[in-house]
Every structure is written in C-alpha cells, then in structure tokens.
C-alpha cells in the first residue's frame, strides 16, 4: 500500500471513528473489515454478527444503492443484537470497493433484562432457535414459565426482532375495565405488539370476543401463560397461537453462573465496584440451590449479596439461599397480610372459579398465582365451588 493510499484510509477510518451511529465498512463479500469504536462497544459487536446474508445488504450490493431494514442478529451466548441497519455503497471512483453499514440499534424498554442474559443450556439455545423463526411469523404466541422466568421481556424481545419501530403495550390486568382497554388496544392498534401478562385469567367469553379481534389487527397478540396450564392452552386453541416455553432455573443449572455474573454487573453499572465477583464456594451453592423464583430471585439474592459483602469477591456466606427459603419474620408477616387480602377479595366475590378470577384480577395478580398463594397461606383447604 503506498503512503497515498494509507493516508486515504486513515481519513476514511477517522471518518468512521467520528460518527455518532456504530459502523462498519465491509468488504464486496459483505464482511466487515472496519468496525468503529461505537460499533465494537454494542452486545454483540459489528464484529461478531453475521450480516452477509441480509436482503438489504445484497439489494446494496447489486444495485449499488442504499439499503436499509430493521434487522435481528444473534450473537454468541445468545445475544442478540436489533435496529435499524442502514447499507450505503463505498466508490473509489466508479469502482465500487465495498458497503458502509450504519447501525442504530433499537432502545430497550425500560425494566427489560431477563432476556438479554448469555446462557449455555441446550434448553434455552433451542428457545432461541425458536425465537428466531416465530419473528418471522405473526401469529399470536404464549410465553409459558413460572414466576420470575422474564416472560414479559422475552415477549418484548420477540416484538423487537420483528423488525418495526411500532409500540409495545402490555396490558395492566387490574380493575374491572382492563379486558375492555385490552380489545380497545386490539381493535385500534396501528402494527406493533399487545402483551397480556396473564391469559389464564381469560374466560371462555372473552376468549371469544378476541378471536375476531386477534385475526383481524394489525397489531400482534402475545401473552404470558405459568408453566403448568394445560386447561388454559386448551381453552385458548381457537386464538392458534404458538408456545415458547421458559425453562425454570433449577432445569438448568449451568446458566446460573452466568446469569449472577450479568446481574452483578448491573449492580456496579453506574459507579464503582468494590466488589469484583463471585468465590468458587458461592458459584457452587448457586449452581445447586433451586431457586423457586427464577431469575428475579437470583437477581434479588445478588444485589443482597453485593450490599452484605465488604469488598472482593462475594462468598457463600454472602447470598442469602436459606433465608430465601426459611420464612423469617419478615417474611411471616407478608404472608400474613397477603392472607388477609386473599380472604377479603373472596369474601366480596366468592370461593367459586368466577370468584376467584374477579378476586385475582382485584389483586393485580394471575389466577394461578392466587392459587399459588392460597396454597402457602394454609389456603388448602379453599375449593372450587363451580
């Protein structure tokens, strides 16, 4: 390369390191061979994606015309990185010389985690598989897990790879008005996505007011479903929805190492970090507990094993595994109040099945939480009265 030449990349490279976008300059193969700062710094890096087979990176090519297309581009651990991916063509003269890609990459809602954890498992690495060919489709989809698996943010990660820029709007199932504010949301929607945290709360009458409503928006249906529901999946067929299951955590155990890491990090994120990761000791005891709250209980146990350790790494010591499940008296007294409140709403609507939807919709909770939480208050002995 001669002096003249390396002058002129120099500048072109310059160029690319002032932008205020990520950007990569590509080679006539589509592989980038220039990835500026801001590029490097995104999860997964332009560096690490594979753009060669985007429809609008090739329309650049042949035409040699800009391009661009809301693009989704899995990383490694199943990163995933979503935006909008502008191509435009690079000339030296008339002779094309390759492709400038700017990338500009979606924002995160606010709250969204649990979905952008690196994971190992066979379980979750085929979710992604699946994640990936539902962003092609636009048929309704029921995210099934426990509490605590993230369903929520993996539905808002599916909304995010179909490529638009139109909203995503979960439904606030509290009040006696959220089923009509969830078809207002269906039947006026201009595109994007209508998340409903808990679709086992549906009666079959609604279920049926939505079917019509479903088929016929331009906004597509997703919804949250616990992990055991199959009475509900069968009530809900007529909306022809697919599944994605979310594995618990103790089905999975090698993704927890990981998943503390990740949210260690988050902790730190905004200043100092005194703390600098996790003893051996406690990466065992997190591996082998089994975490009944998934990652949100995983989440809360870091942040509680960050302010308890004084510096260094955090030991076993640390986490707080047993009390998490030996009720202390904290914890005995929110069990009392949520037994009051359980007690109440069914008193007001009844201990029949319709009872106890209007008792958990009052709540702001799923019926299977309310169920959940009738079993751990001593709620036993309380039966469906259909």
């Known amino acids: 390369?001669?002096?003249?030449?390396?002058?002129?990349?120099?500048?072109?490279?310059?160029?690319?390191?002032?932008?205020?976008?990520?950007?990569?300059?590509?080679?006539?193969?589509?592989?980038?061979?220039?990835?500026?700062?801001?590029?490097?710094?995104?999860?997964?890096?332009?560096?690490?994606?594979?753009?060669?087979?985007?429809?609008?990176?090739?329309?650049?090519?042949?035409?040699?015309?800009?391009?661009a297309a809301r693009?989704?581009?899995?990383?490694?651990?199943?990163?995933?990185?979503?935006?909008?991916?502008?191509?435009?063509?690079?000339?030296?003269?008339?002779e094309?010389?390759?492709?400038?890609?700017?990338?500009?990459?979606?924002?995160?809602?606010?709250?969204?985690?649990?979905?952008?954890?690196?994971?190992?498992?066979?379980?979750?690495?085929?979710?992604?598989?699946?994640?990936?060919?539902?962003?092609?489709?636009?048929?309704?989809?029921?995210?099934?897990?426990?509490?605590?698996v993230g369903k929520e943010d993996f539905a808002f990660n599916l909304h995010l790879r179909q490529g638009h820029d139109?909203?995503?709007?979960?439904v606030?199932?509290?009040?006696?008005?959220?089923?009509?504010?969830?078809?207002a949301a269906l039947g006026e929607g201009r595109g994007g996505t209508v998340y409903l945290p808990d679709a086992e709360a549906l009666t079959p009458t609604q279920i049926e007011t939505l079917y019509p409503l479903v088929f016929k928006s331009a906004v597509r249906f997703m919804a949250g479903l616990p992990q055991n529901c199959a009475d509900a999946l069968l009530g809900l067929e007529i909306l022809a929805g697919s599944c994605v299951e979310l594995a618990p955590l103790r089905a999975r155990p090698e993704d927890v190492p990981p998943a503390a890491d990740y949210f260690l990090q988050r902790v730190f994120s905004m200043g100092e970090q005194p703390v600098t990761g996790f003893?051996?000791?406690?990466?065992?005891?997190?591996?082998?507990?089994?975490?009944?709250?998934?990652?949100?209980?995983?989440?809360?146990?870091?942040?509680?094993a960050a302010i308890t350790c004084p510096g260094g790494?955090?030991?076993?010591?640390?986490?707080?595994?047993?009390?998490?499940?030996?009720p202390g008296p904290l914890r005995r007294?929110?069990?009392?109040?949520?037994?009051?409140?359980?007690?109440?709403?069914?008193?007001?609507?009844g201990n029949t099945l319709e009872g106890k939807r209007k008792a958990a919709r009052e709540l702001g909770i799923g019926l299977s939480t309310l169920y959940r939480l009738m079993g751990e208050e001593g709620g036993e002995q309380m039966t469906d009265n259909r």
């Not at 955090?314 to 030996?326: D, G, Q, V």
């Open 1 to 67: 390369m001669s002096d003249y030449q390396q002058m002129e990349q120099d500048l072109l490279f310059g160029v690319l390191d002032a932008l205020p976008y990520p950007a990569a300059l590509m080679n006539r193969q589509g592989d980038a061979v220039y990835v500026n700062s801001r590029g490097e710094a995104l999860t997964p890096s332009l560096y690490d994606v594979d753009l060669t087979d985007e429809p609008a990176l090739l329309t650049c090519l042949k035409t040699q015309k800009e391009s």
């Open 96 to 148: 094309s010389v390759g492709i400038l890609c700017l990338f500009k990459p979606d924002a995160k809602k606010e709250g969204s985690r649990y979905d952008e954890i690196p994971t190992k498992s066979p379980v979750m690495q085929e979710t992604e598989r699946r994640m990936s060919r539902l962003a092609r489709l636009s048929c309704p989809v029921f995210f099934l897990g426990e509490e605590g």
């Open 313 to 326: 790494k955090i030991k076993a010591a640390h986490l707080p595994l047993s009390a998490a499940s030996t």
């Open 279 to 304: 003893e051996e000791e406690a990466r065992r005891a997190m591996t082998t507990y089994g975490w009944p709250g998934n990652l949100r209980q995983l989440e809360e146990a870091v942040i509680e």
């Open 172 to 183: 606030e199932q509290t009040g006696d008005d959220w089923f009509a504010s969830l078809c």
């Open 71 to 94: 693009v989704s581009l899995p990383g490694e651990n199943g990163a995933m990185l979503t935006g909008l991916a502008e191509f435009y063509p690079v000339k030296a003269g008339r």
């Open 333 to 349: 007294l929110r069990r009392g109040f949520i037994k009051e409140r359980i007690e109440a709403a069914l008193a007001v609507h």
């Open 166 to 170: 139109k909203p995503f709007s979960a």
